[in-house]
């Protein structure tokens, strides 16, 4: 710094470089790079190996009439359905009921978030236990004396994604309750003192005023909930392994079985594509809304 | 948006601490708390359900299983399910149970903790404080990434383990779950480092101190709890993982959870639900431990990973 001679640009902050080397190598070569490779390859013929044996949009046209590749999708629309309005209803009423100033606060809250610690193959093996048509819910409910008591969903080829969608709300809505929580503490008390003044009714405080003041933490939320949506894998591995037949198949899935088993690298490919393109929509609006705006301030 | 959700997270830990405030408490057994108390116990024994049923699965003999009632607590407790779980249940033509996978999970998580949280906390640091140009570029680009399904980029990075001769290795799971552990935990360190006093920095400066001076005097000291909530958000979510294990181990070297999984979902031999329960509580330990002591540090922890969905 005391010399007289500046050094070069490029030697500048030398050591900070340096120490981004695995940072700038992660975001370009892997993030970046790994991208653009899958998506250039989603256009070629690859099998065992990949080749750069260019075929259009063929890969894209045979999974798109791939029956499995449709019930996937059909899958993830019907679990993405039911996680969003779900974990997002019974997150923010626990959260609700969390925030009426109640002892035992702590007890409760570890109690609804234990299960977020859990890995998704441990969720769905227990919840794979507990719906077993012979020995679980069903199971007991029949030796009770209801024998004609129907809940097998697992088995049940049109019902199995709702069985799958139980789980994933056990294991995941804590982590909803918990950023409403944290939201509706950055509330402004004097809002419900204001309500209260008015005599407004709390449901109405918290539908016409509160919610619409936590728009931002519903929005995060929602991104969060819809990146893990279409990435949902584990679970439905460990819960039914796809099954009954192809009944809870779900894009992840089919991306691996077609990369890793069926050695059809060019579905694999251009299938992910497919699940990129699907987080872009949810992405790329919310990234301009984040980001874009805060720029024009 | 994490900072966001961090600070709202962690100033609503600050209120809960506070004495009492708020209105005049009502009378104990008013409707209203009977209403709210009774729904909250009625969710609590819900979300234990699962819990209570795994653990009196795994005391139960498998006669037991079979004639009685899953929610029914065990008539004899007994611990072989546990040892047959730990040390004798089958994946293919290995008997050597679970403890396989769950040395191979500390060989996995150990290291990968250690470095990725190193990488990521030099990264963070570099950003807050050393800002190069370009420096914002890689970093967004690295947070846009954290969104790309993980399946897009997994095979491009088998070629590249392959290449260096790491493709199967732990060593190149532990590199895989430090490049996708480092979008979170840069931005959970970037963001701590920047809320930092910059006469701090400047100080350290003026003294002489360089890059590593002032990284391992003076930022590493200061930030001991953001590398614990670092470690718990680490410790659990790389424990948690099987989409990297079963991607890029061997058999062999499988990290517990895809044993786990491949005991359980075997479809060879007779089905022991006593094992795979006690295999199952086996498996969730570890994360469960670290949640259950870390606690309030634990929500911090996913308020900040959250944006990894």
Redesign the interface.
């Known amino acids: 710094m005391s010399k007289s001679e500046r050094p070069s640009?490029l030697f500048?902050?030398l050591?900070?470089?340096v120490?981004?080397i695995?940072?700038?190598l992660?975001?370009?070569?892997?993030?970046?790079?790994?991208?653009a490779?899958?998506?250039l390859y989603s256009f070629t013929n690859s099998k065992l190996l990949?080749r750069l044996n260019f075929v259009g949009l063929e890969q894209y046209y045979r999974l798109w009439a791939t029956p499995r590749w449709l019930i996937s999708i059909e899958n993830l629309l019907i679990y993405g359905v039911i996680s969003l309005v779900f974990s997002l209803v019974i997150g923010f009423l626990?959260a609700a009921?969390?925030d009426?100033?109640?002892r035992f606060?702590?007890t409760?809250?570890?109690?609804?978030?234990?299960?977020?610690?859990?890995?998704?193959?441990?969720t769905g093996?227990?919840?794979?236990?507990?719906l077993?048509p012979d020995?679980?819910v069903q199971?007991?409910v029949r030796?009770l004396g209801w024998t004609s008591f129907d809940f097998n969903p697992l088995y049940n080829s049109s019902i199995v994604i709702y069985g799958i969608s139980i789980a994933a709300l056990?294991q995941g809505t804590?982590?909803i309750m918990?950023?409403m929580?944290?939201?509706l503490?950055?509330i402004d008390e004097d809002i419900w003192k204001a309500a209260r003044v008015d005599g407004i009714p709390m449901w109405k405080t918290y539908l016409f005023i509160i919610i619409p003041m936590m728009r931002?933490?519903f929005i995060?939320t929602l991104?969060?909930?819809?990146?893990?949506i279409?990435?949902v894998?584990?679970l439905v591995?460990?819960q039914t392994?796809g099954g009954p037949g192809i009944a809870s198949e779900v894009?992840?899935k089919y991306?691996?079985d077609y990369?890793?088993f069926a050695q059809n690298?060019g579905q694999?490919?251009a299938?992910?594509?497919m699940?990129?393109l699907s987080?872009m929509i949810v992405?790329v609006p919310w990234?301009y809304l984040?980001?874009g705006g805060r720029k024009r301030v | 948006m994490s900072d966001h959700a961090l600070s709202a997270t962690s100033s609503n830990l600050r209120a809960g601490a506070s004495g009492p405030s708020g209105p005049k408490p009502r009378h104990m057994f008013s409707r209203r708390n009977i209403f709210l108390y009774g729904t909250l116990v009625v969710v609590a024994l819900y979300y234990l359900l699962p819990l209570y049923v795994m653990v009196v699965t795994s005391l139960k003999g498998m006669p037991e299983i079979r004639l009685g009632n899953i929610f029914s607590p065990p008539l004899e407790i007994t611990f072989e399910p546990w040892v047959k779980a730990w040390s004798q249940a089958c994946t293919g033509l290995n008997c050597d149970g679970l403890s396989r996978g769950f040395w191979n999970s500390v060989r996995i998580t150990v290291p990968s903790v250690i470095l990725s949280i190193a990488i990521a906390s030099v990264n963070g640091y570099a950003l807050a404080n050393w800002r190069f140009k370009g420096a914002d570029t890689f970093f967004i680009i690295l947070i846009v990434g954290a969104f790309i399904p993980y399946q897009v980029m997994i095979y491009p990075i088998v070629i590249i383990l392959r290449e260096i001769g790491l493709y199967g290795s732990l060593t190149g799971l532990v590199i895989v779950h430090s490049i996708f552990g480092m979008p979170i935990l840069t931005l959970l360190f970037r963001n701590y480092f920047t809320s930092m006093p910059e006469e701090l920095f400047r100080a350290a400066r003026v003294d002489g101190a360089g890059f590593w001076g002032i990284y391992l005097r003076i930022m590493l000291p200061m930030s001991l709890p953001i590398f614990v909530v670092a470690i718990i958000l680490q410790v659990t979510g790389i424990w948690n993982d099987f989409l990297f294990g079963v991607v890029y181990t061997r058999p062999d070297t499988y990290p517990m959870t895809v044993q786990l999984n491949n005991i359980v979902n075997s479809v060879q031999g007779v089905k022991e639900y006593n094992v795979n329960m006690a295999a199952t509580i086996l498996t969730g330990l570890v994360p469960l431990i670290v949640y259950f002591i870390s606690g309030k540090l634990f929500v911090r922890g996913i308020a900040a990973g959250a944006v990894k969905g």
């Open positions: 640009q500048r902050n050591n900070a470089k120490a981004s695995p940072m700038i992660t975001a370009m070569v892997v993030f970046v790079g790994g991208t490779w899958t998506v990949p626990l009921l969390l009426q100033k109640i606060e702590d409760f809250r570890t109690i609804f978030l234990y299960p977020f610690a859990l890995s998704f193959i441990v093996l227990v919840w794979q236990w507990l077993n020995f679980g199971g007991v030796s056990w804590g982590l918990c950023l929580l944290a939201g503490r950055g931002p933490v995060t991104v969060i909930i819809a990146s893990g279409v990435k894998y584990d591995v460990a392994s894009p992840a991306v691996y990369m890793f690298l694999g490919f299938a992910s594509t699940m990129l987080v992405i990234a984040e980001f």
